[in-house]
């Protein structure tokens, strides 16, 4: 458990053994054990929401969460899911103390030129290939939903069904952005991915926080006074690993794409889902026109 914990929460996952690194990659869950925008995402939101039940001023809580998540980033090697996340979520926040709405695309390219004018060689990493293809995918299918009068809606569900909601959506989104990539690399695909991220993600939310607090207390604190919330880390991580023995092993195996075929596929999706927006707002503009006639 206390392997998960380190692994989970810093990204260092040496320790763990190679028969739990491959459980975890089975069952599509072992991007929680690196550190990623997944985890930057769930810090932002623990610390916004303490930040607003303190009633700190939006612009005071926007300095304090920069410099805790650069904080948190060096302690993670800077690694580049964790980085172009950062740097994006401190875009966010900025926007916002300047009375701006950014754009998260917008955001994600000037997070992409930071890290490849620091790090050239980054564009031929793999992590960085998958950090950048599953975020722009996120985005677009998100911003592509937007165009249904049923997205709508769904903003106004109660928390708990908006939330399974948005995880799988969020799922979904990152699986047709890397999985082309992880077939390029790796040749497998992993199919629990959409049910595994949907059934974890509870479990994440509270053993990242708890983990990063409790942590941080023993810097100041003898063990013996957060022994108990050190008992609820175990919990959650021991029920964190319990998750990845509900998959059975199973992959699928695919032959290596040539670089061709994987600028066809970003192409045709990115080409097919705007040509149905376009068909839509054709649509769209139709049905005014009759309604302004009649």
Partial sequence: AIQVIKAMALGSSRELSAEGKEKFRRSGMYHFLVVSGVHIGILVWVLHQILHILHIPLRYRSFFLAAILLLYAGLTGFHFPVLRATI????????????????????????????????????????????????TSILFLYRFLRHFSWWE???HFPYLIRLPLMTLLMAAGAMIGI??????????????????????????????????????????????????????????????TFLTTLFPEFDVVLPQPTPLMLVIYYVSVYCGLNFYMFVLHHKSAKVTKKEESA
């Fill in 153 to 155: 809606r769904c903003s």
């Fill in 179 to 240: 999985s082309p990539l992880l077939v390029f690399y790796f040749q497998q695909l992993h199919p629990y991915s959409l049910v595994s991220n949907l059934v974890a993600l509870p479990v994440i939310s509270l053993l990242l926080p708890f983990s990063l607090f409790s942590s941080t207390l023993s810097l100041f604190l003898p063990w013996n006074l957060i022994y108990p919330l050190l008992s609820v880390n175990v919990f959650l991580a021991k029920w964190f």
């Fill in 88 to 135: 994006m979520a401190l875009i966010l926040y900025f926007s916002i103390t300047c009375n701006r709405i950014p754009d998260p695309l917008y955001g994600l390219a000037f997070s992409v030129s930071i890290i490849l004018f620091i790090f050239p060689t980054a564009l031929f990493e793999v992590s960085f290939q998958l950090t950048v293809a599953a975020t």
